[in-house]
């Protein structure tokens, strides 16, 4: 009876590369463990290609999925249809599949960044710089601009509308007090990375976000605080944007 229970499990799962380092199968682990769910499995796909997914996508015992780094924007053609913030970024972080079988794609990491920085800062700046170019960083800039902060792309190579690293100086770090790093340099094991900003010209006055939250804080956040500036890790939009998915997996009445 006991072995018919577990295989009758639903299962969610986390789509991505190289992944063992995610916290998102602990998370909802011990979710399930703390709320008596003993109905719900989630496990981590990792996926070398974007290619898998269709056999992954197949597979109707899998009912949701969040999605992280590389593959948020690369889901998009295989799902059935995207909704909500999804639609307007261009990047999904978390797929439904709904009773017809179809499978929706969402973004919730609006809504964890959105929660988790409110929480931060006493006050809103003016202006950002957000380091990277994915998925997540289109997220970024959505809850920016939501919130009237004027923000500005950084990354390894000036493009367009993007800065690069070396475009960086003391006067762009004044005018800009709040950094969010969205690329993955310094996740782990890489610890010792950190995106090549001029830290020397921080100060009390900026604030550091960092979506890394693996290790708990990153050579970013450390060369911050180590100047005064506030900072914050990942930790806490992963599990505001985590309950969305939770929600959005219809489990909230």
Known sequence: ????????????????????????????????????????????????????????????????????????????????QIEGDAATIGAVNTIRRDEKGRTIGYNTDTYGFEKALLDMLPSLPERALILGTGGAAKAVAFVLAKNNIK?????????????????????????????INCSPVGTFPNVEEAPAIPYAFLGTTHSLF???????????????????????????????????SWEIWGQKP
Do not use: C
């Open 210 to 244: 960092d979506l890394i939250y693996n290790p708990e804080k990153t050579r970013f956040l450390q060369e911050g605080e180590q100047r005064g500036a506030r900072i914050q890790n990942g930790r806490a939009m992963l599990e505001y944007q985590a309950e969305k």
């Open 151 to 179: 923000a500005t792309y950084v990354s390894r190579n000036a493009k367009k509308d993007v800065l690069s690293y070396k475009d960086l100086d003391t006067s762009l770090l004044s005018s800009h007090k709040l950094i």
């Open 1 to 80: 009876m006991e072995k018919q229970k577990s295989n009758a499990k639903k299962r969610l799962g986390l789509i991505g590369k190289n992944i063992d380092y995610s916290f998102s199968r602990t998370f909802f682990t011990e979710k399930f463990h703390r709320e008596n769910i003993d109905t719900y499995s989630y496990e981590n796909f990792d996926l070398a290609t974007i290619n898998l997914l269709p056999d992954l996508l197949k597979d109707p015992s899998i009912i949701g999925m969040n999605v992280t780094i590389p593959y948020k924007q690369e889901v998009i053609p295989y799902l059935d």
